[in-house]
């Protein structure tokens, strides 16, 4: 059965995600109304084929040959979310943004970049597992996987594996999925203001393999996590807020050197 802490830690941190996105993209249009509504649609867009769709289909692949290497696991799931996703807003700004080259559109499609992220692996999942949740109170633990599993004892056994992580979540891991979420999306648009810079100023093109490495350098201790080799999820995130602040100052200082006026 789960606690009253959790399947509210669930729904909170779950609407949180949808809310927190949304309201930043509101802001920020309200503020500079010259932005091109679009483009928070656009980026997110690009996360969802790019990351949620062409990646997930390379993974099928790739993960069963490098599982069995820490190393190789870390290489490979650093690089490949850097690759499709900066590859990705590449494409947007050559075709779909290529009329609308502004620094400030570039911010607008990172917060639908990373919105979208937050809504679908925080939002989406918390709500649906707090519906899970309810769904066994009222139900039973026994009846509930009965149901779900027809009957079949090797499905069974991982949903109670699930239900098992699905109530160790707590708010002090609800707050931790949305802090996480937020620093990410902190990056996406500086990553989205780098890549804008390599796609639309010509001769700099450099900066579009720089924002593959910066991104493959932010997941690297995610997936150094999940390897077990780091233990610790605050020192994850204590290591991913000090990369991403130094990330932010260089982005604004890039910002300055290449202007919105000498793109081509």
Not at 78 to 105: C, D, P, Q, S, W
Not at 207 to 221: E, R, S
Request: proline letters at 3%; hydrophobic letters at 60%; charged letters at 10%.
């Amino acid at each position: 059965m789960f606690s009253a802490e959790t399947i509210v830690s669930l729904f909170v941190g779950g609407l949180a995600a949808f809310i927190i996105p949304i309201a930043a993209a509101v802001v920020f249009k309200l503020k500079k109304r010259e932005t091109w509504l679009p483009g928070v649609l656009i980026g997110a867009g690009i996360f969802f084929l790019f990351a949620m769709i062409l990646e997930q289909l390379l993974h099928l692949v790739m993960i069963p040959l490098v599982r069995g290497s820490v190393v190789m696991t870390s290489i490979y799931g650093a690089l490949a979310a850097g690759i499709f996703e900066e590859t990705g807003r590449f494409v947007a700004y050559k075709t779909l943004m290529k009329r609308h080259y502004t620094t400030k559109n570039a911010v607008y499609m990172g917060i639908g970049h990373g919105g979208c992220e937050a809504i679908l692996l925080v939002g989406v999942n918390f709500i649906s597992y707090a519906v899970i949740a309810l769904s066994v109170n009222a139900l039973g633990v026994e009846q509930f996987i009965q149901m779900s599993t027809a009957g079949n004892t090797e499905i069974a056994e991982t949903m109670r594996l699930q239900l098992n992580a699905i109530a160790a979540i707590n708010a002090v891991y609800a707050v931790q999925a949305l802090f996480e979420r937020i620093i990410a999306m902190v990056f996406h648009v500086c990553m989205s203001v780098v890549v804008y810079k390599a796609a639309s100023r010509r001769g700099k093109i450099w900066l579009y393999p720089l924002a593959v490495v910066l991104h493959a350098a932010l997941d690297v201790p995610a997936v150094l996590y999940q390897a077990g080799v780091i233990t610790s999820i605050p020192a994850v995130h204590v290591i991913m807020t000090v990369f991403v602040a130094a990330v932010a100052f260089g982005t604004v200082i890039l910002s300055k050197k290449l202007p919105d006026k000498t793109a081509q």
